[in-house]
Every structure is written in structure tokens, then in C-alpha cells.
């Protein structure tokens, strides 16, 4: 996702061990749905930073999708 990689760098810059997992296509993903998911791992790697110092944090990502169920006819 875009900015996801920014956010690991920003986080290692101030002393936080942080890894990125990433899988599939995230250009599957709606940009309403990236930024969503932009705004919660920069939240999360907040709490880690201010309620958890010196721990190392993992965000993972993984890209899919698949067609919406039919009804049975």
C-alpha cells in the first residue's frame, strides 16, 4: 500500500524495530480502503511507540479478492 513503506522507515528512524509484510496486488485495493489501512498502522505503530518502548512491531498487508457470491437461481 502507498505510504506503507514511509511509515516502517519513520518508525525505525525513532528507535522502533518494525517489519513489513506485504502480499498480494494492492492495487486491488479501492483508495478508500488504502488510506483506511494507511491510518491504522500509523495509529498502531503510535501505541507502540508510546505504550510499548523498545518492542519491536510487525505490520502485515495482504492484497485480495474475489468475486461477491451469486445467488442460487
Avoid: C, Q
Amino acid at each position: 500500500m502507498e505510504g506503507f513503506a514511509d511509515l516502517v522507515a519513520e518508525s525505525m528512524a525513532v528507535g522502533t524495530p518494525t517489519e513489513l509484510i506485504e502480499d498480494g496486488d494492492p492495487a486491488l485495493a479501492s483508495p478508500v480502503v488504502g488510506r483506511t489501512a494507511y491510518r491504522v498502522l500509523r495509529e498502531a505503530l503510535t501505541n507502540v511507540r508510546k505504550h510499548a518502548p523498545g518492542a519491536w512491531a510487525l505490520g502485515a498487508h495482504r492484497s485480495a479478492w474475489a468475486p461477491a457470491p451469486t445467488s442460487p437461481s
